[in-house]
């Protein structure tokens, strides 16, 4: 398996992902995206949409704020309970998350965490504060003055700007049940300890669909939902199978709202982590909004009159996870003609180039005009095409390689004369001559 230093230094090199405001030093836990990674992110929430709402008649999306009304994150039980457990080393004054360098629950007491007799990471004394629960919602403020009557959050999920808004979203086109909402946007989570490049960050994207059930139907719902979650991960984002597996959470290590969670979890370089959870939510949600806005949840079925309120199953995908697992999938170190060279194999749909176009030499006018005419005719068909003369075309093979661009196209003096190309293809770097009008 590739090493997690070898996926970060080729997403830093080839433009994919940049620690966030490098120039500065840098700020932990933020990550930019450059030009490659950009079009790589895109294309994976492009598919997800297309997968999950286009091609379905059940789902719809929604766009909610980012900052959203403070009961929000009271009637979700966020403002209470959405912590992790920090301690602080007093030798060092080092902060850490408690769970993570004990091996210990999320739970875990003052006296559970002393009895395991855990160095600190950073001075290895053992000489520990009390065990605190360290809320991880950032706080704004909202309006011309800073107050306690202007607090507000950044959210840290997406899924209550999809809870708020089913109140909308029935009483504006009543679709039947059961039926989805779908999100896509930023969130925002203040971590004690980001780490391992973006798997855990404070500053993320999510994807997550709220879908809306009769409660004695939940079940099967539920294992609908699964069974589209893998389909999505094994056939749409190209991971291997052997590599995804199913944990079933226990009710002890469950979210408070959750009655069941499976968590999806993959093999990443930096061990086996979760990928994205489905959680059966209950009415915890609607039921806590009534209570807290005053308004009714309930939804009364077209076929049977019947009212209730409805429960919720919850696919959540995190766009930088599902980035790391397709990364980590594609990266690969081969040899070829007894030269080492490293190629990213993203599958077609994810690649950040269909087509690299090149001259065989740039300084000669003809071949560059004529590339010229075959990029144009490519990108209008293709969009996602780049052109490329730099360096000798052995060079130019490496680095798209590199940067897993699919297929290369050569013009050279030959096309002059009969109108073909030479293909290059990326895995298995073989060269077939081709005509331009069957590209």
């Known amino acids: 398996m590739s090493k997690l230093e070898d996926i970060v230094s080729l997403c830093k090199r080839r433009g994919f992902i940049f620690p966030g405001s490098d120039i500065y030093g840098g700020m ?3 990550w930019d995206y450059g030009p490659l990674g950009v079009a790589l992110k895109r294309k994976i929430m492009s ?22 009304n403070p009961r929000t994150w009271i009637a979700s039980g966020h403002a209470a309970t959405f912590s992790d457990p920090l301690v602080e080393c007093k030798e060092c004054h080092q902060r850490f998350r408690a769970d993570k360098i004990a091996s210990v629950s999320e739970k875990v007491s ?25 809320n991880m919602m950032f706080t704004t403020h909202v309006g011309s003055v800073a107050d306690d009557t202007s607090k507000a959050y950044l959210r840290p999920e997406t899924a209550q700007g999809i809870f708020t808004n089913y109140k909308n ?7 039947d049940l059961p039926f989805g909402l779908a999100q896509q946007g930023k ?21 997550e669909i709220e879908y809306f059930v009769n409660p004695t139907t939940w079940e099967e719902n539920f294992k609908k939902l699964l069974d589209s979650c893998h389909d999505f991960l094994e056939h749409i984002m190209n991971l291997p199978k052997d590599k995804i597996h199913d944990l079933e959470v226990a009710p002890a290590d469950r979210a408070h709202y959750s009655k069941r969670t499976i968590d999806i979890e ?12 489905i959680a059966y939510r209950t009415d915890f949600d609607l ?15 077209k076929k049977t009159n019947e009212t209730f309120v409805p429960h919720v199953i919850e696919p959540s995908f995190g766009v930088e996870r599902l980035v790391m697992a397709v990364l980590t999938t594609a990266y690969t170190e081969d040899e070829i003609n007894g030269e080492k060279r490293i190629v990213l194999k993203l599958p077609e749909n994810l690649a950040p180039y269909r087509f690299c176009v090149s001259p065989l030499l740039k300084n000669k006018p003809e071949l560059v005009e004529k590339a010229k005419q075959v990029y144009n005719k490519l990108r209008d068909k293709y969009s996602n095409v780049t ?33 073909t190309v030479t293909v290059r293809d990326r895995d298995t770097t073989t060269q077939t001559r081709v005509k331009i009008s069957t590209l």
């Open 110 to 134: 003052p006296d559970e965490f002393r009895a395991t007799h855990t160095k600190c990471p950073n001075c290895g004394k053992e000489n520990w504060d009390d065990v605190k629960q360290f």
């Open 387 to 419: 052109w490329d003369d730099s360096g000798n075309i052995g060079k130019r093979y490496r680095k798209q390689d590199e940067i897993g661009t699919f297929e290369c196209v050569v013009i050279d003096f030959d096309t002059l004369e009969d109108d």
């Open 287 to 301: 039921g806590n909004i009534a209570r807290e806005s005053g308004k009714n949840m309930e939804y009364r079925d």
């Open 28 to 30: 932990a836990g933020t």
């Open 266 to 277: 993959f093999d990443y370089p930096i061990g086996r982590e979760e990928l994205m959870g």
């Open 187 to 207: 969130a925002f989570r203040n971590e004690i300890s980001p780490r391992d490049f973006v798997f855990r960050s404070r500053e993320f994207e999510q994807m």
């Open 47 to 68: 598919e997800w949409w297309h997968f999950f709402v286009d091609n379905r008649d059940d789902i719809y999306g929604v766009d909610a704020a980012i900052i959203m």
């Open 169 to 175: 979203v029935v009483d504006t086109i009543y679709p």
